[in-house]
């Protein structure tokens, strides 16, 4: 296995969002109708990889950063503070080992902290080893400045969450998070009854992909005539979930459906109902394992519009090919974003894997899988 360098921080700085924050809006009706073109289009590319396929066809020219390896790949992660990050992690660091010509990769982890990815990032550069830089940034205004200061020194890719700047060679994501608000706010506008109470569950404010995701599917619900009855933050907490659910449950009686911008407590929501000897209604979740298995057990209505951790290959290759000075879509490389449907289900359901795998991992044929992640 690769060696992998885990740096920590030495430098302590000051809170900068407020200094560094960016007006972006995240209610586009452009973004929007882009994003749901992409859904209804075929992507360029193998299906078979679907972490290389890429929509449209504008590339980046990388040929001024073609240099001789072997490279050192540095990668300031946002932290692996949920379940799909942890699958995400798990799958980046099994393509590392797969590429004889990555030294060394560098890894800082922010642990859910601004201040940390800020002070990370700087501590990357000031190091001077860096040949190429991945970030997923924590947030999206805050880590704009660090980023704009990388792109200065070294190609930098950024995925998963996006920063308010076009500097980085590319932006790497799945369609989107108005893509995932079109696909699950569309499913509870064509299945739940016609005028009902929904709650909306969201994880934490400020990423441009979640704030996204709330606004697409608010903007569709609203327009379909459903009562929003509330939107709370959970921050991805189990308990916190169930408990929140319980109290709009007494306040309002049944709801027609609970969205979420984040599946991994999907379960603890359905459980609400149950416990209150309630119809379980629509509940969105994502492509985790325990959701997934529990909506096949009871026979549930629902969609669980993803946001695939395939994705954390992509940045090791993209890094790759362009320190190679191989062109790579860009500013923006879109990769599909499937949704798993009552017709696909099965398709996706493991109980050999751990109930918060992520099925759209793209790792099934990479070494060491299930084991790796945490299956038999």
């Not at 960016?22 to 209610?27: G, K, L, S, T, V």
């Not at 859904?39 to 066809?57: C, F, I, K, R, V």
């Not at 550069?125 to 190429?132: E, F, I, R, T, V």
Request: aromatic residues 8%; hydrophobic residues 40%; proline residues 7%.
């Amino acid at each position: 296995m690769k060696l992998i360098k885990l740096m920590t921080t030495t430098a302590i700085v000051m809170s900068m969002t407020a200094l560094s924050a960016q007006a972006q809006n995240f209610d586009d009706p452009e973004e929007f109708a882009a994003q749901k073109a992409m859904l209804e289009s075929t992507p360029n590319g193998s299906a078979d990889t679907p972490w290389l396929q890429y929509y449209g066809d504008t590339m980046a020219d990388t040929s001024a950063y073609k240099k001789d390896g072997p490279y050192t790949v540095c990668f300031s992660n946002a932290g692996v503070n949920n379940p799909w990050r942890v699958v995400g992690w798990t799958t980046m660091q099994a393509e590392v080992d797969l590429h004889d010509n990555i030294k060394d990769f560098i890894v800082t982890d922010a642990e859910g902290s601004d201040d940390k990815q800020i002070a990370d990032i700087d501590d990357l550069l000031a190091g001077g080893n860096c040949d190429a830089l991945i970030v997923s940034p924590n947030t999206t205004a805050a880590l704009t400045p660090a980023v704009e200061r990388a792109c200065e020194q070294l190609p930098v890719i950024v995925f998963d969450r996006g920063v308010n700047t076009d500097c980085p060679v590319t932006f790497i994501k799945p369609v989107g998070g108005y893509g995932f608000g079109i696909q699950s706010g569309q499913f509870i506008a064509e299945n739940a009854p016609e005028g009902s109470d929904v709650l909306m569950l969201r994880i934490l404010p400020g990423v441009d992909v979640l704030e996204t995701r709330y606004s697409s599917a608010k903007r569709i619900l609203e327009e379909a005539g459903m009562n929003i009855v509330g939107a709370e933050f959970t921050d991805g907490d189990r308990a916190k979930t169930k408990a929140i659910v319980e109290d709009y449950i007494q306040r309002n009686g049944q709801l027609g459906a609970v969205w979420m911008d984040a599946g991994a407590t999907s379960v603890a929501a359905i459980e609400a109902f149950e416990d209150l000897g309630m119809e379980v209604p629509i509940v969105t979740g994502e492509d985790q394992q325990d959701f997934l298995q529990k909506w096949q057990a009871d026979g549930l209505n629902t969609i669980a519009p993803t946001y695939p951790t395939y994705q954390w290959r992509t940045p090791i290759l993209a890094a790759l090919s362009i320190l190679e000075g191989e062109s790579v879509p860009g500013p923006a490389w879109n990769l599909p974003q499937p949704a798993i449907t009552n017709e696909n289900l099965a398709d996706y359901v493991n109980p050999a894997m751990p109930p918060l795998h992520y099925a759209m991992c793209g790792c099934e044929k990479m070494p060491d899988y299930p084991s790796r992640w945490g299956g038999e």
